[in-house]
DNA sequence: CGGGATCCGTTACGATACTG
DNA sequence: CAGTATCGTAACGGATCCCG
């Protein structure tokens, strides 16, 4: 008779899972968390998933209030978080923070791009950032630029360039995996495999206390 | 190719969701918050899942280590998490309060037993806790007791009756369900549908005003 | 009766092809 | 580029049966 397959049970938890428990869907507000995305790039950084569940999802995140359609320039669209979209950013932390309990599967597959990893990066730091931290971070990853933006403690990774940094740190994606990996140290991939500039004095040793300890908080198997 | 669903992708979100992320994992974990169920009680509580899907989702939760099968008395199985499986427990408060923003749908289902109602009472009594306050509470609630153990501002409710209270309050769902709604308020409930007994003096003050906050929280659209 | 296993119709997903 | 359409396959839902 056409119902949906939804759990129609008054626990909250249940009827956030109506909301955003189908798969993809929470992955798809992953990368929406930074920052708004046009249809081809979600699709490109959700590896495999078909068009029409990412027409379906992104219908279904935008009629529940989740998020919205934007028309961007060059009349292209782009799909943003709503307010109460970004309300799901403490469930996407948390998330991140128990994944890293489990060892990553086999083959390293390209992310197509680093959307995926900006919100875990965000979490880690602002698990481990003091209260009264506020610094702006550009990480070049691949030669995809993100902003971390840490304000009184509250972590914001943002792809892109929008602000200018106190600090730039320049490195591939592999090497920031050994890292997570605890296969080599955050000292090492800022001597060997990374470089790092600061554009305003005194950063550096404070960015690269926060990150190694950040970096350690997703490895706590 | 007899490949499972996974996302296999290395950010550690997707690992999480390839363990929890499936349909009913979710729920049933929620119950299983609430202390060490049989399979009966979880079936009875989750409205409608089949038992070959409670049988599969049990396996691989004790298989990821996050659930294990335990030899209770009479020769009874309970199954119960493991260490790792209770950090899923930020992840389902952030859920409950999340969903709460979400009106429930139309009829007032049975939920079967109050399992699936205790991880969210724990996760709006926390979130308005005081760090300092320690408090136990019995809640009866459609004749199931359950209890609530705050300390230091950390609560968790267990079903059953294992600790000797300070104060009980016996309710109905539907009860509990109006003021959840905000249709009566906390103070109407203990005055016309509830029964609340200190059994030391001066808790109750303290207790409706939690109570009163912590609803208001799940209920925050 | 509790704790599942088996079977089968229905629904959702995944891959590819196609269109404005 | 941003989706729609189609279709084979995998997962789910409900029922029934089995076993201690």
Redesign the pocket.
Known sequence: ?????TYKLLCPIARALDRIG???TLLILRDLHAGPA????LQRGLT??????L??R?GKLVEDGLAE?QNGAHG??L?ALTDQGQRTRDILFDLALFGGMFAPGGEVIDPGNMRSIAITLAAACERVASPSLTMTAQFVIDREPMILAVTNGKAVMTIGSNEPPEITLTTSYEALLAVSEGEIGMDELIANQATLIEHKAGYAQEFGQMMSQAIATLNDR
Do not use: Q
């Open positions: 008779m056409a119902k949906p397959r189908d798969r993809w046009r249809f081809s790039e495999g998933i078909a068009a029409n569940l027409t379906e992104l359609k292209v669209s799909y």
